[in-house]
């Protein structure tokens, strides 16, 4: 009896001995279960990040409104560009930057002036004017 049980127990070291590894389909299914983790995390990661783009670029443009409206009632007239709204006639800042700033992807803003209306736009993620990602607002 003692025999048998010994020679079982040889055996089993033996063969976990043999055993350390893994089999190439464990190793391939363990990849795939990564991948399909990191394929989920990173559509949400760049969901989430174009998200907060568009909200930057909106909230920019809203403040490009109102300093519009502001230069409006105090020179009588609409600024000619984004810089006329750093660099006001009598030297006063509408916007709080020395420079104009640059929508959510990093692009520069278009404004266009027809008479008393202005226009101000983001090109959107694709930096392509007139597609359907584009960001505007219409003042006057």
Not at 63 to 87: C, G, W
């Amino acid at each position: 009896m003692f025999r048998i049980y010994r020679e079982y127990i040889r055996q089993s070291k033996k063969q976990s001995f043999m055993r350390k590894g893994m089999t190439l389909i464990e190793i391939m299914i363990v990849l795939v279960i990564m991948a399909s983790v990191m394929t989920l995390v990173g559509v949400n990661v760049f969901g989430a990040l174009d998200t907060g783009n568009e909200k930057t670029t909106t909230i920019q443009l809203q403040q490009f409104k109102s300093a519009v409206e502001t230069y409006k009632i105090n020179y009588r007239k609409m600024p000619n560009s984004l810089e006329d709204l750093i660099k006001t006639p009598d030297n006063r800042k509408l916007i709080d930057a020395d420079t104009v700033p640059r929508d959510g992807w990093d692009n520069d803003f278009t404004f266009e002036k027809t008479g008393n209306r202005v226009k101000i736009f983001s090109n959107g993620a694709d930096g392509q004017p007139n597609t359907e990602d584009d960001i505007v607002v219409n003042i006057g």
